[in-house]
């Protein structure tokens, strides 16, 4: 039996680095994974690879900064599985770093909303989700990846 064996892990920010890896590492240890990003033709990609690993991946674009979106995703990912044990939030976005003087406000702002607002925003969306599985993939997730990213 495989650490993750019947674990459902959504992953956001699946891109050609990180993203995917956490996925796949994640498919390999035995999770079902979605993969959310704004690229569906990557998704599309990835969800083959975990597929061939034997696991179920259910691509779903997704702008996590805009709500509607980020609902669509919960609700994706609950209707697919009808449950989730470990959301990894990898989506990110760095602003350019300069001076404070000489830095673009709306840059920092959509970084902060990317990194931070949206962060929250998924993880309210899945509470109730995460809270009835309890946890049950988080404490062995962390193990399976980190193992695997090796």
């Known amino acids: 039996m ?12 699946v891109g050609p680095g990180l993203g995917t890896s956490i ?3 994640s498919a390999r240890a035995g999770a079902d994974v979605v993969l959310a990003a704004r ?3 990557r998704l ?4 083959k690879e975990v597929t061939a690993l034997g696991r179920r991946g259910v691509a ?19 209707a697919a599985f009808g449950r989730v044990d470990t ?7 760095i602003p350019p770093l300069t001076s404070l003087a000489d830095a673009d406000l709306a840059t920092i702002q959509a970084a ?8 929250l925003r998924l993880t309210r969306l899945l509470t109730q989700a995460l809270a009835a599985s309890r946890g049950s993939g988080s404490t062995r997730s962390r193990r399976a990846i980190s193992g695997a990213a090796r």
């Open 87 to 93: 959301l990894v939030h990898n989506a990110f976005a």
């Open 39 to 41: 690229t569906a033709s």
């Open 23 to 25: 996925a796949l590492a």
């Open 44 to 47: 599309d990609e990835v969800a």
């Open 60 to 78: 779903v674009p997704t702008d996590i900064t805009d709500g509607e979106s980020a609902a669509r995703l919960a609700d994706a990912a609950l």
């Open 112 to 119: 902060f909303d990317t990194n931070v607002v949206a962060t």
């Open 2 to 13: 495989t650490l993750l064996a019947g674990q459902v892990v959504v992953v956001s920010g």
